[in-house]
Every structure is written in structure tokens, then in C-alpha cells.
T-cell receptor
Framework: AQTVTQSQPEMSVQEAETVTLSCTYD???????LFWYKQPPSRQMILVIR??????QNATENRFSVNFQKAAKSFSLKISDSQLGDTAMYFC???????????????FGTGTRLQVML | DTEVTQTPKHLVMGMTNKKSLKCEQH?????MYWYKQKAKKPPELMFV?????LSINESVPSRFSPECPNSSLLNLHLHALQPEDSALYLC????WGVGYGYTFGSGTRLTVV
């Protein structure tokens, strides 16, 4: 079974500053996918960024980027130029590569609540 | 259409009631999911449907009964729930194939009284 750990329950950052959210995971799989989702007070889970484990290059999406360290099983999210709209719960998630024909299960970490302040 | 629509947004039901949650998507996704999320906790997987067939049941009590009438629609039938079943129920869908992220709905906030 896979486990995903987010060691920072809460974080805060000033508007326009940069913040990094940590995530570690434990798996015996060699091929898998990692995700960051945000859940604002509106409740909807929104995909922020996706990383394929077989790709060494770190994924980026506008102000969001990851630092993927496969050997260390670490997958941190960096948010640059933080905006008030970034205030949300952020979940790190793991999906193993499953070729058996069933849909793949997404396993979430415990979440980090990020508050962006004026 | 790039949305997953869940109805109702809020539901209050008694322990003897029968109710249903509805989820709909028109993105052509062939995998659909039900997750349960308690306050300040991560979502927990309940059921997975692949091509309208139940492929994963995470040992969910039988008072929760999923149904996938067609490729666009997913229902969760509720009967004889307990107060501890109060939670946010999230539906999601994804394209067929590995590694795609899910598209989530906004959820149904369920309160069992």
C-alpha cells in the first residue's frame, strides 16, 4: 500500500511571496504519478499540477512548480508570487501505474492549509 | 463541457430515510469515482466505476449503494445511514488510461440526523 505524508498542517505566506509545501510518499512501485490538488472553501478539488515519475524534469504550471526527488520520495510544491486566491487546502496525491484494465486509484495526503495574507 | 455536476449541494436526511446523490459529466470520461471527505481530512475512496462496471469497492457498508446507469451518470443511493456518515461526498471522473488526474465535482454536503 502507498502512503502520502504532508508534515505541514498549516502554512501562511504574504501576498507576492513564494512558499513551498512539502510532501513525501512511500511506495514500492517504480512507475507512478504524483499530483497536487487545491481545495478552496468552495469545496471543489482542483488539479494544480501533475508529475510522471519516469520523467526527471520537474513539472511547471505558470506560478506553480514542483521539486520531484524520486530517490528521496519527495514531491514539494512551490507557489511563486502568491495571490489571495491561492488560499486553500492543498493535497498531495499518489497514483500507481496500473495496467490491469481498471481505473487507477488516487491516494491523498493529509493536506496543508495555506493562508495567503495581505 | 469540462465539469462534473453534483446534485444536491446540501442534503439533510433522517436515519430511516432513503435518498440518492447524483453525479453527471459530459466529458466522455469512462472512469467515475465516489469519495467521502470528513471535515479537515483528505478524501477517502469509496467506489470506482470503469466503463459503467463497478471495479473497486473499498469495503463500503451496504447502506451505500452505487449505480452507474450510463457513461455520463453516477448515483449513490443512501439508506439507513448513521450520523457518522455525515460528510462531504465528492464525485470525480477521469479519462480512460493511466495517469490522468481526476476532475471533481463540488460535492454534496450530507448531514444525517
Amino acid at each position: 500500500a502507498q502512503t502520502v505524508t504532508q508534515s505541514q498542517p498549516e502554512m501562511s505566506v504574504q501576498e507576492a511571496e513564494t512558499v513551498t509545501l512539502s510532501c513525501t510518499y512511500d511506495t514500492s512501485e517504480s512507475n507512478y504519478y504524483l499530483f497536487w490538488y487545491k481545495q478552496p472553501p468552495s469545496r471543489q478539488m482542483i488539479l494544480v499540477i501533475r508529475q510522471e515519475a519516469y520523467k526527471q524534469q520537474n513539472a511547471t504550471e505558470n506560478r506553480f512548480s514542483v521539486n520531484f526527488q524520486k530517490a528521496a520520495k519527495s514531491f514539494s510544491l512551490k507557489i511563486s508570487d502568491s495571490q489571495l486566491g491561492d488560499t486553500a487546502m492543498y493535497f498531495c496525491a499518489f497514483m500507481k501505474l496500473d495496467l490491469t484494465g481498471t481505473a487507477s486509484k488516487l491516494t491523498f495526503g493529509t493536506g496543508t492549509r495555506l493562508q495567503v495574507m495581505l | 463541457d469540462t465539469e462534473v455536476t453534483q446534485t444536491p449541494k446540501h442534503l439533510v436526511m433522517g436515519m430511516t430515510n432513503k435518498k440518492s446523490l447524483k453525479c453527471e459529466q459530459h466529458m466522455g470520461h469512462r472512469a467515475m469515482y465516489w469519495y467521502k471527505q470528513k471535515a479537515k481530512k483528505p478524501p477517502e475512496l469509496m467506489f470506482v466505476y470503469s466503463y459503467e462496471k463497478l471495479s473497486i469497492n473499498e469495503s463500503v457498508p451496504s447502506r451505500f449503494s452505487p449505480e452507474c446507469p450510463n457513461s455520463s451518470l453516477l448515483n449513490l443511493h443512501l439508506h439507513a445511514l448513521q450520523p457518522e456518515d455525515s460528510a462531504l461526498y465528492l464525485c470525480a471522473s477521469s479519462p480512460w488510461g493511466v495517469g490522468y488526474g481526476y476532475t471533481f465535482g463540488s460535492g454534496t454536503r450530507l448531514t444525517v440526523v
